[in-house]
């Protein structure tokens, strides 16, 4: 079945510094989503990305889907305390949906 | 204004002891998802429902069941809580079923077991 990892599993940076969490997934995909869930909170999608190569930005975060959609990345500039949680990646096909295992951010000054 | 609410919050239930947990949607989403979610972990979808269509993942323990009774509720309703069933359940709604479509989360309702 459809396997979705992510690294780092837990990153931990200076405020400032910038922060990578990349999704690689075992099959290609046709989409892929982000969600942010805050510590103690709900996940809350982020944003979406379709297209082969596609590249998404949001303000400090950066999004990008991989040429062979198999693979995708989001990166934070100047990471803020603000930023702290766990960020995941989200697909699926027609019959399964499937979070990519996290990756859990903390920052501090 | 809250689109997904989950009621109750926190819920203490003693070893063995049916509970149920609610959640309702103002969205009118077709689809709502129930996920249990444990510390450090991603979440892990129990079932959905498309519409009054129920839709049970391969892997949920059958002591896992839901009812959806009209499109803004739904309730998730565990017969016999093991201590392994402690955790926070999340409810999600979308508008339609797919990897494409946004989900919308509740708060959650973290389940103690005793």
């Known amino acids: 079945g459809q396997q979705v990892m992510q690294i780092p599993q837990y990153q931990h940076v200076q405020e400032g510094e910038d922060f990578t969490t990349y999704c690689n997934s075992s099959?290609?995909?046709?989409?892929i989503q982000w969600y942010k869930q805050r510590p103690g909170g709900h996940p809350v999608f982020l944003i979406q990305?379709?297209?082969?190569?596609e590249v998404k930005k949001q303000k400090r975060l950066t999004f990008q889907f991989g040429e062979a959609k198999k693979n995708s990345s989001l990166h934070i500039t100047a990471t803020q305390t603000t930023d702290v949680g766990t960020y995941f990646c989200?697909?699926?096909?027609?019959?399964?949906?499937?979070f990519g295992t996290g990756t859990r951010l903390q920052v501090t000054l | 204004d809250a689109m997904v609410i989950q009621n109750p919050r926190y819920q203490v239930t003693q070893f063995g002891k049916p509970v149920t947990l609610s959640c309702s949607q103002t969205?009118?989403?077709?689809?709502m998802y129930w996920y249990q979610q444990k510390s450090s972990q991603a979440p892990k979808l129990l079932f959905h429902?498309?519409?009054?269509?129920?839709?049970n993942e391969a892997d949920t323990p059958d002591n896992f069941q839901s009812r959806r009774p009209n499109t803004s509720f739904c309730f998730l309703d565990i017969r016999s809580p093991g201590l392994g069933d402690a955790a926070m359940y999340l409810c999600?709604?979308?508008?339609?079923?797919?990897?494409?479509?946004?989900?919308?989360f509740g708060p959650g309702t973290r389940l103690t077991v005793t």
């Open positions: 999600a709604t979308s508008r339609d079923w797919g990897g494409q479509y946004e989900q919308y």
């Open positions: 099959t290609t995909l046709s989409n």
């Open positions: 990305l379709v297209k082969s190569g």
């Open positions: 989200h697909t699926g096909t027609a019959s399964k949906l499937t």
């Open positions: 969205l009118n989403h077709n689809v």
């Open positions: 429902y498309y519409d009054k269509d129920f839709n």
